[in-house]
C-alpha cells in the first residue's frame, strides 16, 4: 500500500490558522469540582443516579420485532418516503452544497444517491408535491454499508461497511444531471469499518474499524496519509475530527480515547480506561471511562471534545492539554447522543442523550445542567399540547423503548435541538427550555440515524429533517422556520 508523501502539504491547504482557544489551566479544578456539585445537586432532584438492581446501562433492547409491537401507531407526518433499502437503513446524509441531495447506507449491503424533487400542484391553492427520484444504486459493498457521508463542497461521497471496505465516489458533471461513480476502493482495516468521516475543509477521509485502528486517506488520489495505532486495545466504535481538522480524535469499546496529530499520526494524548488509566507523557491522570466508549463530538471552534460511554456518562476533555475537564451524569443509560451547540453564544452549550430516553443541555461555563428533555410514549390519540408533563409521568415506564440515538442543533445556529430514538420518532426542542416545539412520526421501528440540513422555505428557512430506520425506509419532512 503507496503512502502519501505530500499528506502534510495537504492538510496545510485546508488548515484554518485562525481558532479560538481557552486556557486548559484556567479554572480547571474549580470547574471539576463545580461539576461535580452540580450534578448531585441536579440528581438529587431528579433520581438518585445510581440503576435499579438489575437494571444494567448496556442492558438494551435490540429485539427488533419486539420494539415494533410495542410501538404505538402514529400517523404519518413525513414529506415523504424512500423505500429503495430492502433492510435495515442504517445511515443518512445530506449533501453540503444542495440539501436536496441524500445518501443512504443499509444492511442490504448497498447504498443509494436520491434527489428530491418538487412537482407542480394540482391546482393554485394545492401544496407543492415532493418525489425523491433515484439518482443511482452504489453498490459493491459485500456486508452491511453502516456509514455514509459527503466531503465539504459535495463532490465526493464516501461509504464505509462492515466488509472493511470505504468506497469513494466521485460525481461527474458531463451531463445535465450529475452522476455519480467509483472512484476507489480503500482496503486498509482488516475488519469491519465502523464510522467514516470527512476533514471540515478538505478532501482527508477519516475511518475507524474494528481492529483498533483509524485510517487516513487522501479521496482525489486513494492513498494512505495516516494509520492511527498501537493505542487502542478495542474497536475504535467513533471518531472526529477536532479543533477545525487540525486534530483527530478516536473512541474505542475498550473504555479509551486518544487525542492524534493527523501530520505526525502520534498519540498526543492518551485516556486509559480507568482502572487502567497511568502518569505519563501525553496520558490523562483524571478519571476515564470505566466502559466502551460508544460516542464522541468536538467543538467547531474551541479546544474541546465530549466522549459519551456505556457507563452512562460524558466526559468533557480538554484537546490541548488532554485533561478530563468534567464528568456529566444524570443518565440511567449509555450515553449515545452528544451534540455542540453550534453557534457563537455564550455559555457554550453541549447537548447529551442517552439510552434512558433522557436529553440534558448542560452550560460548560459552570457545567450545571441547564435543563432536560425526555422521549416518552406517546399514543396516537394523545394530544401533545402538553407534552412535557406527559413525558415527565411516563419516563421511568417507557425508558426501554425511548432510547436516544443521535442529537444534533440546527445548522443554521438557532437553539433548536434535535433528536431520534428508538421510539420511531424524531423531535425539535428548544434547547433553552425544553420544549418540544416538533413531533415527527411516521416510522414503525427505530430511528437509527438522522441528518439536518436548512434550506430556503415559503417566504423563509426551512429545515430538512432525513431519517433512516429498522422499518427499512428513509424518511424526510420540510419544517418552516419562523424569521429570526
Avoid at 79 to 91: D, G, Q, R
Avoid at 143 to 168: L, M, P, Q
Avoid at 307 to 314: N, P
Wanted: proline letters at 4%; charged letters at 25%; one cysteine or more.
Amino acid at each position: 500500500m503507496e503512502a502519501d508523501d505530500n499528506h502534510g502539504q495537504h492538510l496545510d491547504d485546508v488548515d484554518d490558522e485562525s481558532h479560538a482557544f481557552i486556557d486548559p489551566t484556567d479554572g480547571v479544578e474549580a470547574a471539576v469540582l463545580e461539576a461535580t456539585e452540580g450534578l448531585d445537586d441536579y440528581e438529587n432532584g431528579m433520581d438518585d443516579g445510581e440503576p435499579d438492581e438489575g437494571d444494567e446501562g448496556d442492558d438494551q433492547m435490540d429485539d427488533a420485532s419486539r420494539l415494533s409491537a410495542a410501538l404505538p401507531a402514529l400517523p404519518d407526518t413525513s414529506l415523504l418516503t424512500i423505500s429503495s433499502h430492502t433492510k435495515e437503513v442504517f445511515a443518512v446524509a445530506f449533501a453540503p452544497t444542495d440539501p436536496r441531495l441524500i445518501v443512504t447506507g443499509g444492511c442490504d449491503d448497498k447504498a443509494f444517491v436520491h434527489r428530491l424533487v418538487e412537482r407542480p400542484s394540482d391546482g393554485p391553492s394545492a401544496p407543492s408535491k415532493w418525489a425523491a427520484e433515484q439518482v443511482c444504486c452504489l453498490e459493491g459493498h459485500t456486508d452491511s454499508v453502516v456509514s455514509v457521508a459527503f466531503g465539504f463542497d459535495g463532490n465526493y461521497a464516501a461509504t464505509g461497511g462492515y466488509d472493511g471496505i470505504v468506497k469513494v465516489w466521485a460525481m461527474q458533471r458531463d451531463g445535465e444531471e450529475p452522476a455519480w461513480s467509483l472512484l476507489h476502493s480503500l482496503e486498509g482495516p482488516s475488519e469491519e469499518v465502523e464510522w467514516v468521516a470527512w476533514h471540515p475543509k478538505g478532501h482527508a477521509l477519516l475511518a475507524g474499524s474494528r481492529d483498533c485502528t483509524a485510517w487516513l486517506w487522501w479521496a482525489p488520489t486513494g492513498k494512505v496519509m495516516q494509520i492511527f495505532a498501537g493505542q487502542h486495545g478495542g474497536a475504535v466504535s467513533c471518531g472526529a475530527f477536532g479543533m477545525a481538522g487540525k486534530l483527530i480524535c478516536t473512541g474505542s469499546e475498550d473504555g479509551s480515547a486518544a487525542v492524534w496529530s493527523p501530520k505526525g499520526g502520534e498519540a498526543l494524548h492518551f485516556l486509559r480506561r480507568a482502572e487502567e488509566r497511568s502518569e505519563g507523557s501525553g496520558t490523562s491522570t483524571e478519571a476515564f471511562h470505566t466502559d466502551a466508549v460508544v460516542a464522541i463530538a468536538t467543538h467547531q471552534s474551541l479546544p474541546l471534545m465530549a466522549t459519551g460511554s456505556a457507563d452512562m456518562t460524558c466526559k468533557v476533555v480538554h484537546l490541548e492539554s488532554g485533561r478530563v475537564l468534567a464528568t456529566l451524569g444524570g443518565h440511567r443509560g449509555s450515553v449515545e447522543g452528544l451534540a455542540f451547540g453550534c453557534w457563537d453564544a455564550q455559555p457554550t452549550l453541549l447537548a447529551t442523550g442517552g439510552l434512558d430516553g433522557k436529553i440534558q443541555v448542560w452550560d460548560l461555563s459552570r457545567y450545571e445542567c441547564r435543563c432536560t428533555m425526555a422521549h416518552t410514549h406517546i399514543s396516537g390519540a394523545e394530544d401533545t399540547s402538553n407534552q412535557q408533563e406527559q413525558e415527565e409521568q411516563q419516563r421511568e415506564q417507557d425508558s426501554d423503548i425511548s432510547g436516544i440515538v443521535r442529537l444534533k442543533w440546527c445548522p443554521d445556529g438557532r437553539p433548536l435541538l434535535v433528536s431520534c430514538s428508538t421510539d420511531a420518532t424524531i423531535r425539535l426542542w428548544d434547547g433553552r427550555t425544553s420544549q418540544c416545539e416538533r413531533l415527527l412520526t411516521g416510522h414503525s421501528n427505530a430511528v437509527l440515524d438522522m441528518d439536518l440540513r436548512v434550506g430556503t422555505g415559503d417566504g423563509g428557512s426551512c429545515l430538512w429533517v432525513a431519517s433512516g430506520s429498522d422499518d427499512h425506509t428513509c424518511k424526510l419532512w420540510r419544517v418552516e422556520l419562523p424569521s429570526v
